[in-house]
């Protein structure tokens, strides 16, 4: 297993909380249905920039569960459960069970493996989120030896998600990773960001964030992670495995078949900011490039 991670960006790098919020309205004018994008590149170059009202930057985003509008979650999310919450771990684990995230919680902060502000940079932006490696979490269960795979899958309570009503896509929402991934040390659970909870249309109360990888691999809302031998079906993939594959690297080389995922816009700077070149990995390449090493990497998508 990879070493603990160590943070290199500092807090003046930190993009303000309500640009960071606001990123789902500029995602949603350059890529249509893309989902939110967690983390990203280690460039440091997040800028201070104006932020934008609150009412804009908490009425339109993603999250198709509670509707396919962009302002449906923020109409609907409020109503959300998230306390108590658990996480039924399962598969080939040593201690399957289902986990209290306020014991998980607990434990890591005994443990000091909590972080507080963990900033890492996603497209232009610098957010500090809350949480815990990934790694950590499979740890409590015990991963068994011939484990390849981990499989998540969002919360599906269509009481309280009015989007489950509407066939957009297969539910339960599902995602994967291949183990290396999944407990490489960049790969954290967030609970927080900005010292705050998560707010419910972000993924409250707990997600996954990966930076190096696009955001359809950041699941919202997680309630079940099993360990499989067997590559894991991931929604987007199920949805259009023609436009979005397993791994969902961040690849410049690879493009969209609607759009160009070479270059990337600054983050507050409006549509007709002029753009940059997006890094390979998200600029996490010295991290995570040998991961992937010998692989296709325009052929495994």
Same mark, same amino acid.
């Given at each position: 297993?990879?070493? $603990?991670? +160590?943070?290199?960006?500092?807090?003046?790098?930190? %993009?303000? *909380?309500? &640009?960071?919020?606001?990123?789902? @309205?500029?995602?949603?004018?350059?890529?249509?249905?893309?989902?939110?994008?967690?983390?990203?590149?280690?460039?440091?170059?997040?800028?201070?920039? !104006?932020?934008?009202?609150?009412? *804009?930057?908490?009425?339109?985003?993603?999250?198709? *569960?509670?509707?396919?509008? +962009?302002?449906?979650?923020? #109409?609907?999310?409020?109503?959300?459960?998230?306390?108590? =919450?658990?996480? +039924?771990?399962?598969?080939?684990?040593?201690?399957?069970?289902?986990?209290?995230?306020?014991?998980?919680?607990?434990?890591?902060?005994?443990? !000091? $493996?909590?972080?507080?502000?963990?900033?890492?940079?996603?497209?232009?932006?610098?957010?500090? =989120?809350?949480?815990?490696?990934?790694?950590?979490?499979?740890?409590?269960?015990?991963?068994?030896?011939?484990? #390849?795979?981990?499989?998540?899958?969002?919360?599906?309570?269509?009481?309280?998600?009015?989007?489950? $009503?509407?066939?957009?896509?297969?539910?339960?929402?599902?995602?994967?990773?291949?183990?290396?991934? @999944?407990?490489?040390?960049?790969? &954290?659970?967030? /609970?927080?960001?900005?010292? +705050?909870? &998560?707010?419910?249309?972000?993924?409250?109360?707990?997600?996954?964030?990966?930076?190096?990888?696009?955001?359809?691999?950041? &699941?919202?809302?997680?309630?079940?992670? %099993?360990?499989?031998?067997?590559?894991?079906?991931?929604?987007?993939?199920?949805?259009?495995?023609?436009?979005?594959?397993?791994?969902?690297?961040?690849?410049?080389?690879?493009?969209?078949?609607? =759009?160009?995922?070479?270059?990337?816009?600054?983050?507050?700077?409006?549509?007709? @900011?002029?753009?940059?070149? /997006?890094?390979?990995?998200?600029?996490?390449?010295?991290?995570?490039?040998?991961?992937?090493?010998?692989?296709?990497?325009?052929?495994?998508?």
């Amino acid at each position: 297993m990879a070493g $603990r991670w +160590k943070n290199k960006l500092r807090e003046r790098d930190v %993009t303000p *909380e309500a &640009i960071w919020l606001n990123r789902r @309205a500029l995602l949603g004018g350059l890529a249509g249905a893309s989902v939110l994008a967690a983390v990203a590149p280690g460039r440091a170059q997040a800028e201070t920039l !104006e932020p934008n009202r609150w009412e *804009e930057i908490t009425a339109y985003n993603n999250f198709y *569960e509670f509707g396919t509008a +962009k302002d449906d979650p923020a #109409k609907y999310a409020g109503q959300l459960t998230v306390k108590p =919450w658990s996480i +039924k771990i399962d598969g080939m684990v040593d201690n399957p069970g289902d986990y209290a995230l306020e014991d998980i919680l607990a434990k890591m902060v005994v443990e !000091e $493996r909590i972080y507080r502000f963990r900033c890492v940079e996603a497209w232009s932006m610098v957010i500090p =989120w809350n949480g815990f490696e990934l790694a950590d979490l499979l740890a409590l269960a015990g991963v068994q030896s011939g484990a #390849k795979y981990v499989a998540f899958e969002t919360l599906q309570r269509p009481e309280e998600m009015p989007g489950l $009503r509407y066939p957009v896509l297969e539910w339960p929402y599902v995602e994967g990773l291949r183990l290396d991934e @999944a407990v490489h040390p960049l790969t &954290i659970m967030a /609970t927080g960001i900005y010292g +705050k909870d &998560i707010p419910n249309q972000n993924g409250a109360p707990i997600r996954l964030v990966v930076p190096w990888k696009y955001g359809f691999k950041s &699941i919202k809302s997680i309630v079940r992670i %099993t360990l499989t031998d067997t590559q894991p079906p991931t929604s987007w993939n199920k949805s259009q495995p023609s436009e979005y594959g397993f791994y969902s690297n961040v690849n410049p080389q690879v493009d969209h078949p609607r =759009w160009s995922q070479a270059y990337e816009r600054k983050v507050g700077q409006g549509l007709f @900011a002029s753009k940059q070149e /997006t890094l390979m990995f998200n600029g996490y390449s010295d991290d995570v490039a040998a991961l992937y090493a010998g692989m296709d990497l325009k052929a495994n998508f």
